[in-house]
């Protein structure tokens, strides 16, 4: 049976852009609220300036993980399902893996280019900006979020294992 490429591509952009815009929003809400429950990543001579007696909101930081564990769990199986009805047919582990795979590149892409590039690099809002590191030369280091996102081993091996447990999980549904 062959791919319908025109309907997996049409699909992988449409979800993965919507799964990466729900993500920049998700995350650009909890910048608005509190900046510094993200201070772990922002550059290091950014961290280095903070004053040691900062912390994040617990509030801020728990509501931020449950909503992005829910955009991971139910936007991705959501995706994937919405491909396997579009195709007419079940992708596999492998296919379900590859296409969970490459739908968190994309949001990691539209992250680094939105969130990162567009809006924490180029604009700088006073609101990202933690109290005590104002005109940190991390604000305008582009390279460091590529470096962050594309070339450490954590977010790979990391969107390798989610999408294997998804791809596992939405089979193991499938079945039963």
Do not use: K
């Not at 047919?89 to 567009?118: E, I, K, T």
């Not at 690099?121 to 991390?138: M, N, Q, S």
């Amino acid at each position: 049976m062959s791919l319908d490429t025109e309907t997996l591509l049409s699909r992988f952009l449409a979800d993965g852009l919507l799964l990466g815009a729900l993500f920049s929003i998700v995350v650009v809400l909890s910048l608005l609220a509190d900046p510094v429950v993200w201070l772990d990543d922002y550059p290091p001579d950014v961290r280095t300036m903070a004053p040691a007696e900062l912390s994040g909101s617990v509030v801020v930081e728990s509501a931020t993980a449950g909503a992005l564990l829910l955009l991971v769990a139910g936007g991705f199986w959501l995706a994937e399902r919405r491909l396997e009805r579009d195709l007419d047919r079940s992708l596999g582990f492998a296919g379900r893996f590859v296409y969970l795979w490459l739908l968190f590149q994309c949001v990691n892409v539209v992250d680094v280019v939105v969130v990162d590039w567009l809006i924490f690099t180029a604009w700088t809002p006073d609101f990202l900006v933690i109290p005590g590191t104002e005109g940190a030369a991390g604000y305008d280091d582009y390279l460091f979020h590529w470096r962050q996102s594309f070339l450490r081993s954590e977010p790979w091996v990391a969107s390798l294992a989610v999408a294997a447990l998804l791809a596992a999980l939405t089979g193991w549904r499938s079945r039963g």
